[in-house]
């Protein structure tokens, strides 16, 4: 399996930064991500993180982890986290930015509970599409202590479907339509795979068919959104 953003992360936190890493989806044209995006302090993230951040609270579970960001900053405020992540290299990263407890690994595979869990940078892509979300959400919800949140973010990329006219050309016959194919590259390397952007009624909707409230915290500047899930 390739890892290409773990191979971005750790080029460039050993000072390798030649170039960043590009982007694209089944709806959408090439995009650029800058590497230094991907190790930004506190201040430079999105309120929607910074937010969820201020509401983590004891035992943390920081899944999609990245390079360690928001591990690193709850940390500091001495909470008790776990990163995860399915790179390798980013958890070695994370490892070298002093995260011990980081560890390559699937959420589908995690078995430890916890009174918080971060599903930030468009969590949702975790699940991959409509259908398999509540069986998701049930395995998280099983995670959870008592009084436990799902602290996730995503955005309703309906907007992108919109004409002129303010219509939609939404297939209503196709898939839901904020599951995309993700395309990125970095240095000569290639790798797709499926990714999803849920409205916040669709993951409301998930959320009750699994007995798990939803609510919403705070809406973005451009259609995203940070959701708190918990215990019924």
């Known amino acids: 399996m390739k890892d ?10 050993n000072k390798n930064y030649t170039e960043d890493i590009v982007t694209s989806t089944s709806i959408s044209n090439d995009d650029v991500l800058p590497l230094p995006y991907l190790f930004r302090e506190y201040s430079e ?3 929607l993180e910074q937010k969820a951040l201020n509401l983590a609270k004891g035992k943390t579970l920081d899944v999609g982890c990245g390079a360690g960001n928001h591990s690193l900053y709850l940390k500091e405020k001495r909470l008790n986290v776990k990163s995860i992540d399915i790179s390798k290299g980013a958890i070695e990263v994370c490892i070298q930015r002093g995260l011990e407890n980081s ?7 995690e078995t430890e509970k916890f009174d918080s869990i971060l599903m930030l940078m468009n969590g949702s892509g975790f699940f991959q599409n409509l259908e398999e979300t509540p069986e998701i959400l049930q395995h998280l919800k099983s995670l959870l ?3 436990g949140q799902i602290l996730i973010d995503s955005s309703d990329i309906k907007y992108m479907f919109e004409d002129e006219d303010g219509s939609y050309w939404v297939d209503a016959n196709a898939n839901y339509y904020g599951e995309l194919e993700y395309h990125i590259s970095y240095k000569g390397e290639q790798e797709s795979f499926t990714w999803m952007y849920i409205d ?3 993951l409301k909707s998930a959320c009750e068919l699994v007995s798990l409230n939803c609510e919403l915290i705070l809406e973005g500047e451009h259609f995203d959104y940070l959701a708190r899930i918990s215990l019924k």
Request: charged content about 15%; hydrophobic content about 45%; overall charge negative.
């Open 4 to 13: 290409i953003f773990g191979n971005a992360l750790l080029d460039f936190y």
């Open 45 to 47: 993230m999105p309120k």
């Open 103 to 109: 560890h390559v690994i699937d959420i589908l595979n």
């Open 145 to 147: 202590n008592n009084n």
């Open 200 to 202: 916040f009624e669709n």
